[in-house]
């Protein structure tokens, strides 16, 4: 069974697509069944070149990225969500919709990320600033996600797990 995992940030440009690229590259490299999705409250219809050079600098192929509505999350035909991460704090402060699915609700935590594309420094400041957090988002997933019994196992435990790596 497919654990489908749904990363949220406000515009969906940059963290969120970091995370989504990572943790797809990361569980097929491992032979995980884990499928992971980004989204936005207010998707910019557009991601962040610099995001999309972090990734592809990585070999983390970019074509299917886009920046999207977490309506479609909601929508028929949505994967069944298991569990959906924030990773900008304006995304974590908003009232999500309502993830349902045969599944019952996802495991909901946050793992905050300053913005990237804030960073000082100009271009190179940026795109530093890129790496680092795609680094540090590849650590989490790799090292922390992918490493616990994320299928089937105790909802409760799960949650706990996951908000100790929010805070890791």
């Known amino acids: 069974m497919t654990v489908h995992v749904l990363i949220l940030c406000t515009h969906n440009s940059a963290r969120s697509v970091l995370a989504e690229g990572m943790l797809n590259q990361l569980a097929a490299r ?26 592809a600098n990585a070999g983390i192929a970019t074509g299917a990225l886009r920046s999207k509505s977490w309506d479609e999350f909601v929508a028929d035909g949505a994967p069944p969500l298991d569990i959906v ?9 908003e009232a999500c919709p309502v993830f349902f699915s045969a599944r ?28 680092l957090t795609r680094q540090a988002i590849g650590y989490r997933m790799l090292q922390l996600l992918l490493a616990l019994p994320v299928a089937g196992g105790d909802r409760t435990s799960l949650q706990a797990a996951l908000a100790e790596i929010g805070r890791s």
């Open 30 to 55: 491992l032979g995980a069944d884990v499928k992971a999705h980004s989204a936005g409250s207010a998707p910019s219809g557009r991601i962040n070149p610099l995001a999309l050079e972090a990734l």
């Open 85 to 93: 991460i924030t990773v900008c704090d304006s995304a974590a402060a």
């Open 104 to 131: 019952g609700q996802p495991v909901k935590v946050h793992w905050g990320y300053p913005d990237p594309s804030n960073a000082e420094g100009g271009d190179e400041g940026k795109r530093r600033a890129f790496e």
